[in-house]
């Protein structure tokens, strides 16, 4: 007993002497909480980037399929210059417009009856229910909506009664995959930014005389526009790289994640696949450059 | 009597098992600076959101002049209120703010423009108009909610604690301000408070409110001389409350007796003459300095404390500070006190004037 005492003061004085040392220098407190996320961020994340960005700008030896070392353009003048790489390349920006603007009207009434209208414990259950398909893997859902669109599938029994057909594996399917498997990252944002907003705002509205239009329309969804903004910047982001859903449920549709799978696989050329993948870096950019300008970044 | 702009009949407001409002009548005159005051959880605020219609009564009918207004909507009643956190929209200018309630009225842009810069002029903030509220301090925005409830002209506004979150000189401030506007606007106010100065200072009438029910309705005047209640008595204001035994000793009376610390003389002996006087003796135990008045505390030989307070004439309280432990005689004038009736019965106007 009088040991272990003994063995417990001295171990508080080592603990105070250690933490006081780092108290006592605030340049290396800050050295030590930085080195390795910057290590990661640095070497791994932007490392990893950069070499991609340089390789784009080798070639490859058609003939033994080595890579050539040599500084070029041409892989980005195919790109820009041949037919079917642009097409693909506006397709998949409009996919992931289109992607995003299903999952923010399908977001809007779900965040907002979780923030809004839900008592405290349905609020807290619908957070797990959204979240609880994020627990399932991307490749089990995909398949899943491939069974969906399937010619003796659950959308054929629907609207056969109808005269309809399903619209099969294609553009519809993969839009409708990808809205699924990004809404989560939609209604988070838009719940949070929602949530934020006092009641108070929206009795004020009523207060002034504003109907529950006028009030959506000048209130609330100015109010949820940070929330959008940040989901967008997911579901268009993660749309843009994509390139399993479209394989599973996409048919014969191709994204510019599959011509750099394609490229890199197959075709073995990874000059070309590098200079593919580096087109959604550059939307990215530029739609975050644009996402800052609204000013719905800094309210986050 | 000149008109009545709000009537409550019968106005009850139950959460589950809690009586929030129970069972209020209550008028309110045109023009009228109306203050509702009470300790938090007394109702005061639900009365006034039933006012305003965020909330429904569980019973009761709520008239705006003549107009029965108890089932609609908070848009479609006259009234605009100013909230507590002020509300203010954050994504809009300071006057788009002020401006919203007539651009719901598709009021033309040039005419709501001007009269959003006069309602910013009434409220002394003419050239903040292209501000962000996150650039406005908290008097402020209180400044701007004003402004925005006051240009749409309602026939009655509600203020909901709208000084709370101001600091002690600019609530003074802001008190006499609001007085003004109410005078120039002749809108009726009814503001909702917690503090018994603001209430005392603003109103032309007060209300005090205790578990749902108005404990007394009248000037402020009246509810500080006058008290009905023992809980006004002790709300408003400090009072040196004689119960039971004590005020049978103290004032020959049965009964339950209220009398204001600075109505109440310290005296080293006492006076020769002393028709229509209380005396009592007793010692001072505690000498309080609190700027404008040092508040003592005599121990009274008959058994409770008695609470003096007189103004600091003198520069020093060191007069004030020796009578600590000492031997005093307290009296107060027999008029200066207030009967809040015997414990037994309700109180009744002809007891006050026994």
Redesign the interface.
Known sequence: MHQLRRLDDGLDRGEGLTLSIIDRRPGLRVGLLLTPPMLWLGAAYLGALGALLITSLWTQNDFTGNIERVWTLENFKTLFTVEVYRTITVRTIGLAALVTAVDALLAFPIALYMAKIASPRAQRLLVIAVLMPLWASYLVKAYAWRGMFSADGPIEWVLQPFGLNTPGYGMVATTVTLAYLWLPYMILPVYAALERV?D??F?????????SV?TLR??VL??A?PGFVAGSIFTFSLTMGDYIAVKIVGGTTQLLGNVVYDNQGAANNLPFAAAVATVPIVVMLGYLAAARRTGALESL | MTATAISLRGLSKHFGQVRAVDELDLDIADGEFFSMLGPSGSGKTTVLRLI???EEPTAGTILLGEDDVTRR????RD???V???Y?I???MSVVENVE??LR??KVGKADRRRRAEEALETVRLASYGARRPHQLSGGQRQRVALA??LV?RPKVLLLDEPLGALDLKLRREMQIELKEIQRDVGITFVFVTHDQEEALTMSDRVAVFNEGRIEQLATPVELYEQPASAFVAGFVGTSNLFRGEDARRLVGEDGTFAVRPEKVRLATSAPADTTGLCVAHGVVREVVYLGATTSSVVELDDGPTVTVSHPNTDTSIDAAAERRDQRVVVTWRRDHLVSLGSPTQATSPEEETA
């Open positions: 006092p108070s705002l009795e004020a509205s009523a207060d002034l005389g504003a109907g006028h000048r209130v100015p109010m526009f | 305003a219609g965020f909507p908070p848009f479609s009234v605009n209120t909230f507590q956190d509300a929209f954050p994504h919203y309630g719901v009225k925005r409830a749409n």
